[in-house]
């Protein structure tokens, strides 16, 4: 065997090791959950947001896991800027009950 078909072949063989599977040794559920988010660099609000999304889909009662206190300067700015802006996210984003029937509260 010639020595260009030997160093062929023997890239092709680490090719074929680097391009193998892996199997991971953590499961989709545990990936979600929210410890594991923050350990792996998301923020808090993320990983509560998968987890209120998690819950409500296997009809879970959807609770929030991070307590955000806020001062009343700034609750009362939040809610001001909220009202100008309806596009910015607040807390009832998440945390509202899901009617099915439209109403003025959604606007």
């Given at each position: 065997?010639?020595?260009?078909?030997?160093?062929?072949?023997?890239?092709?063989?680490?090719?074929t090791?680097?391009?193998?599977?892996?199997?991971a040794?953590?499961?989709?559920?545990?990936?979600?959950?929210?410890?594991?988010?923050?350990?792996?660099?998301?923020?808090?609000?993320?990983?509560?947001?998968?987890?209120?999304?998690?819950?409500?889909?296997?009809g879970?009662?959807?609770?929030?896991?991070?307590?955000?206190?806020?001062?009343?300067?700034?609750?009362?700015?939040?809610?001001?800027?909220?009202?100008?802006?309806?596009?910015?996210?607040?807390?009832?984003?998440?945390?509202?009950?899901?009617?099915?029937?439209?109403?003025?509260?959604?606007?």
């Amino acid at each position: 065997m010639g020595v260009m078909k030997r160093n062929l072949l023997s890239i092709l063989a680490l090719l074929t090791f680097a391009c193998a599977q892996a199997n991971a040794g953590v499961t989709s559920n545990q990936v979600t959950e929210p410890d594991y988010m923050i350990n792996s660099g998301y923020s808090e609000a993320t990983a509560e947001e998968v987890l209120l999304i998690k819950n409500r889909v296997n009809g879970q009662p959807a609770e929030p896991i991070y307590d955000r206190g806020h001062n009343k300067f700034v609750r009362f700015w939040r809610n001001v800027f909220g009202y100008l802006d309806p596009s910015c996210d607040t807390d009832e984003r998440i945390h509202h009950d899901i009617h099915m029937s439209p109403s003025p509260r959604d606007l």
